[in-house]
């Protein structure tokens, strides 16, 4: 949407300067030396520049400043990209035209073209369940998750000992014995300790770190696992509060060097694919994987699936159906209301024109809801005080609750269309009305001919806006339907108002019912955008045809 | 006068990015102050939503004056939370703990973001169930704190005595004259499976089938006759009008509040509404003979995998959020059973209501928090919501079971 109105602003913004030069020297000399001024002559203006600019880069300086100390380099590099072109701008006298476009630039880059730019990101990842994290991350996961306290073992009285830069543990067994142990060194007996309130305090050949040490190191302390005998049987002890131990035996191994890991209950080794994830000659795989870079699968995914091409044709029909049904709807009402109310001899047409407004005021997600308990079969009052009791199924038979999408739509959407109807309709010339009564036109003549044609000139781009719009109108149909009522001949969780962007949610898992992949997500998106995109472009493209009658 | 125009814009625009990286990096910096404290004093950061704010702070105010540890506590928007926590630990930006609920654990282990916890001997003074729902695979990865289920809410003017089966509780509901025997909340086409599960286990149907420890496997027991039945129910239910589809939660509890039904089935949150009536809480009747057992949601702590601060986390949450006061103080904001044994006998004794909540959910069993869940939820109620709404009971139950097998296996 917003990329082929960018391309004109900025050849538009650029054109006078071109045009500049042929003004002639003359003409060119005194601009310039006024030009010059902003930045060079100490007027009043130049200090409030001076100081909004001050205040822009101050906060800007401290955005750096947080995201340096918060590690966060990739903002750190654009805010300092953004605030050096702010600075160059503002202080320049060459870069006129960009002072005027370049706030929209920043936003345009921060709000459209880098969440574009990371969904295609995504789309060619697997990130989702099961593919959250790093690989490191992973393993590690795998890893805790695997390991498993030895059943009816005691806990014991843990103290985190040193001895130089080694970690040990000493811990006191049920017979009063002091044990102590590191990560290589499994537990043996150690005599001349000193136990004070159940718990080794002192012990030769070591030092016993303090609770601020310990916290110093946790990480090693929580990983670290003394083994308690040579046989790898018998577990190892860990501690999770660097004050009790327990033993554990970890069902998995991992093999840095080989890249593997081991269960070591069936001796299965599993090794990384493709996707992500640890799979063993038969196929089956380890629960966590982790993120990487899976090219055209979720494209190829999105389409392959049997299930969902029945129900994607349906969708895709109604989608349409839907975005043009609602444009056409609403542009005609409020078109209709516009002319009614434009008409000098109606009385009270501002009242008339606040009520009609109304319905724009509600928010879109509330209005949804309210529509859908007035729809409810039962207690509704479309159908408890309209009808009379009937029992009419408007949100959960198919074809009436494609009528109800659309009505809802058309309360919601008509006031806006009323809004720039009304304005277009005023600021039409009244000599060419006239030049067509003149001409012997008769209303629905001047109105066909006449009317209509200047009226789309200028609410043509807002139509085809309205049309992307409603083509994602999510809030909607999530609110009041849910997509139901549900496909009965299909096999997935869509349904009769499901239109591509519910879908998407939907077969995404974001809504919860089916495990999240929003790699596949952005790939629909970004399927969706191109549509979208194409239908506007081409749209955008014939609407100039409007603009030759001018 | 152009110029200022265009410097105000430059302003805002430079306040609105600062705005939005700046709202980044303040999150980054409290975890940041975490990540680099790897000294003595490392700070922690704990997730938790509104409701349990001071509760935790207080509990975070005595950990800091014994050990000196600093504990941030950050308000969280509850429904956020799962899926900050998930986008955020991998990154190493995410908190040391979060509040969470039970059934995130299958989505939080598949990911690999959370940490088992040792609970140690603190395990038996928890309420069996809390601890049942935390645990996967052998081993337990959240504090339990809160235990919340459905029962059925008695208006004792209405019906002087608890029904033990549906039919009695019709019966009964018939003979109060009100406009409604009994309300059972559903949700338009998606229908409340959840709301439906005690009647649907009444009839021998669990959702997923249970290992020996409690925990599920990711076989599905609903389909054959037992689940069949249970369709079959529904279908003769929606036909006599017991059961509606239309009659939402908003709807149900007014319709209670009003007195138009002696019963309704629903959970502790719904009794703040219903202010002025004499309660009481018994156990859901059994429709299909065995007894209705509802899901059980626990609310507990979650240890992030990545937290640089596991030691302190641990200490904190199994000494510090695990003692009496703690769970009897969040018990106190959230007006759940407390998973805390001593706090719940503590918290039953005063309040009937509460008793009468745990006690039914004694018998319950934890809402399954296996990923494959996920897949069942989207046929279910909508399923339900169909046989209720006159479609033939037995091969729509049988298409939904073919669907979700499919769903689980792809």
Known sequence: MSAPQITPTDSEVGAPEDSGPPQGPRAQRPR??????????????????????????????????????AESYGILAAM???????????????????KYILPGL???????????????YIAFTNYGTGHNTTKDQAVEALLVQNERRVEGSESAPLTVLVDGDELAFAIVTPDGDVEVGTAEQPLTVVDGAEVVGGRAAE??????????????????????????????????????????????????EWDAASDTMTDTTTGTVYTPNDDGQFEAEDGSTLAVGW????????????????????????????????????????????????????DVRMRGRKIYRVLMILPYAIPGFLAALLWSGLLNT?????????????????????????????????????PYMFLICTGALQSLPSDVMEAAKIDGAGRWRTWRSVTLPLLLISTAPLLISSFAFNFNNFTLIYMLTGGGPRFADASVPLGHTDILISMVYQISGVDGSAPKNFGLASALSIVIFVIVGTISALAFRSTRKFEEIN | MRRSILLAAALSTTLALTACSGGGSGDDETTSGSGDSTGSTGALTVWVDETRQAAVTDAAKAFEAENGTKVEVVLKNFDDIRADFLAQVPTGKGPDITVGAHDWLGEFTTNGVVAPLELGDKASEFEKVSIEAFTQDGQVYGLPYAIENIALIRNTALAPAAPATWDEAIAAGQAAGTKFPILVQSDGAKGDPYTHYPFQTSFGAPVFSQNADGSYSSELAMGGPEGQAFATWLGAQGAAGNLSQDTTYDIAVEAFKNGESPFIVGGPWMIESFEGLDLSIDPVPSAGGQPAQPFVGVQGFYLSNQSKNALVAN????????????????????????????????????????????????????????????????????????????????????????????????
């Open chain 1, 32 to 69: 310039r030396d006024r030009d010059g001024s902003h930045a060079r002559n100490y007027s009043p203006g130049f200090f409030v520049k001076l100081a909004l600019m001050a205040v822009i880069d101050a906060l800007g300086v401290y955005v750096v400043w947080s995201a340096w100390s």
């Open chain 1, 80 to 98: 300092l990209a953004m605030l050096v072109a702010a600075n160059w701008v503002y202080f320049s006298k060459r870069a006129l035209p960009l």
């Open chain 1, 106 to 120: 920043l936003f345009l880059l921060a709000y459209q073209i880098f969440v574009v730019a990371y969904t295609g």
């Open chain 1, 203 to 252: 012990v030769p050949g070591y030092d016993v770190l303090e609770r601020g040490q310990v916290l110093e190191r946790q990480e090693e302390v929580t990983n670290l696992r003394v083994p308690v005998s040579d046989d790898p049987e018998d577990g190892s002890i860990r501690t999770p509060d660097a004050m009790t131990g327990y033993v554990y035996t970890s069902t998995l």
């Open chain 1, 291 to 342: 993120r990487v870079a899976v090219g055209f699968d979720n494209f190829v995914t999105a389409f392959s699936d049997g299930r969902y091409a029945q129900p994607f044709v349906k969708i895709l029909a109604w989608t349409f159906v839907f975005a043009i049904g609602s444009v056409a709807t609403t542009f005609l009402l409020g078109l209709f209301l516009a002319i009614t109310f434009n």
């Open chain 1, 378 to 414: 039962r207690f509704g009052f479309i159908n408890e005080v309209i009808f009379g009791g009937a029992e009419i199924p408007w949100l959960t038979d198919p074809v009436l609750a494609k009528l109800s999408v659309l009505f809802v739509n058309l309360w919601l959407g008509f």
């Open chain 2, 315 to 410: 200490d904190f949450l199994v000494n510090f959020l695990s003692t009496e006061e703690a769970q009897t103080a969040l018990y106190k904001a959230g007006n759940r059973s407390p998973a805390l044994t001593v706090s719940a006998d503590k918290a039953a004794a005063e309040d009937p209501i509460i008793a009468g909540f745990r006690a039914v959910g004694a018998d319950a069993v934890p809402m399954p928090s296996i990923p494959e869940m996920a897949s069942v939820w989207s046929f279910w109620g909508v399923t339900e919501a169909a046989i209720v709404g006159g479609a033939d009971p037995i091969p729509t139950w049988d298409k939904m079971i073919a669907d979700i097998q499919a769903a689980i296996g792809s």
